[in-house]
């Protein structure tokens, strides 16, 4: 009996001591990453105000930082994998949605439409982005390293109320003005007869895209006012099962 206790132990232990380095390496990671993409955000946000100093318009701002803007919002994808297998606790599919949105605007809204790049509500939703994610990014960041100061978290926690809603007018008036082009052109799209005999109209999937946002975005925005009132105000919320 005592040599089955102590081999229990024993291996109560070392499954004990496993958990606490995968909890180390994984706290190692995330402070890596948020750091990373701070970093990264605060070069696009210093690129930006640069380009308008020296150039006095935004015209031709979006082609200057286009590379280093899909390279952090493609990356943002790791985001989703954090979620999935656990290390993060927060919603799949919440998380899946802010970043596979924000994707689709990048890569196949205005990185596809050059027509649009010059759009004043590009640069509307690329300055809400780029803010906002300052932001959250340094929030993670200095969460994780347990010195979180309070002007971070008050931001984290009281922008987005105004940035979100200015993000989604920027989002939804670049894809009103890819319309008439996507229309035009037939970009992406596949007509009939083909040897897949499928049919698709991108120019139909953008105007249901657009019309998406009115069932999801009040879910994600009352989702960060809930997130708002535990943190800042300490209240205990139940969270339905995603």
């Known amino acids: 009996m005592a040599s089955t206790e102590e081999d229990g132990s024993v291996e109560e232990k070392e499954n004990n001591n496993k958990k606490r380095t995968k909890s180390a390496i994984a706290l190692a990671w995330l402070t890596f990453y948020n750091i990373a993409m701070t970093a990264g955000w605060l070069v696009l946000a210093i690129a930006m105000i640069r380009f308008y100093i020296q150039r006095g318009t935004h015209k031709g701002l979006y082609k200057s930082i286009a590379r280093t803007l899909k390279f952090f919002q493609t990356v943002a994808l790791v985001e989703v994998v954090h979620c999935a297998i656990g290390i993060v606790r927060t ?44 932001a959250r990014y340094s929030f993670y960041t200095f969460n994780l390293l347990n010195h979180l100061p309070y002007f971070i978290k008050w931001a984290r926690y009281n922008m987005f109320i105004i940035m979100y809603p200015l993000g989604v007018v920027g989002e939804l008036m670049t894809i009103y003005a890819a ?25 139909y999937f953008l105007i249901i895209v657009m019309l998406s946002y009115i069932p999801l975005f009040p879910q994600l925005y009352f989702h960060m006012l809930r997130q708002r009132r535990k943190v800042l105000l300490g209240e205990i919320i139940v969270e339905k099962d995603e």
């Open 91 to 134: 919603s799949v599919i919440v998380t899946s949605v802010q970043v596979c949105s924000r994707i689709f605007m990048v890569w196949f809204i205005t990185n596809s439409i050059k027509q649009i790049q010059n759009e004043e509500s590009v640069i509307l939703f690329l300055v809400v982005w780029t803010v906002t994610e300052i």
């Open 179 to 203: 319309l008439p082009y996507v229309r035009k052109t037939g970009m992406l799209s596949m007509r009939l007869p083909n040897k897949y005999n499928v049919s698709f109209d991108y120019y």
